[in-house]
């Protein structure tokens, strides 16, 4: 049974910083095979969008919104998913995904549809 449970997600004022984790279970082909992993977020009144991605060979992808400000990587055991968060604006508050497939993320890393396997999500909110 897989399983990933996020964690990290905070309070911060605009302009900090915060890291969130995701460690996985269950998933044998993280561990010796291809994989995606990735993070979503569903800000309020939004459909949840992708704004990061890390395939098996260590590539990432990132959304405009965040790019450059977002950092996605993993631990080497590949079972945690981290996303470093700097410069953080208010328009970053959303709850927190992460998801994780048994195959490369062969450029569909940010599409829902990609995913089976998904956290329950932590909360992160970036007052002004």
């Known amino acids: 049974q897989v399983q990933l449970v996020e964690s990290g997600g905070g309070s911060v004022q605009s302009g900090g910083s915060l890291r969130l984790s995701c460690t996985v279970s269950?998933?044998?082909?993280?561990?010796?095979?291809?994989?995606?992993m990735a993070w979503f977020r569903r800000r309020p009144g939004k459909d949840r969008e992708g704004i990061a991605d890390?395939?098996?060979?260590?590539?990432?992808t990132y959304h405009d919104s965040v790019k450059g400000r977002f950092i996605i990587s993993q631990d080497n055991s590949k079972t945690t998913l981290f996303l470093e968060m700097n410069n953080l604006k208010p328009e970053d508050t959303a709850m927190y995904y992460c998801?994780?497939?048994?195959?490369?993320?062969?450029?569909?890393?940010?599409?829902?549809?990609?995913?089976?396997?998904w956290g329950q999500g932590t909360q992160v909110t970036v007052s002004s």
């Open positions: 998801a994780a497939a048994d195959q490369g993320c062969m450029g569909w890393g940010l599409t829902t549809s990609h995913y089976y396997n």
């Open positions: 269950g998933l044998f082909e993280i561990v010796y095979r291809d994989f995606c």
């Open positions: 890390i395939d098996s060979d260590g590539t990432t």
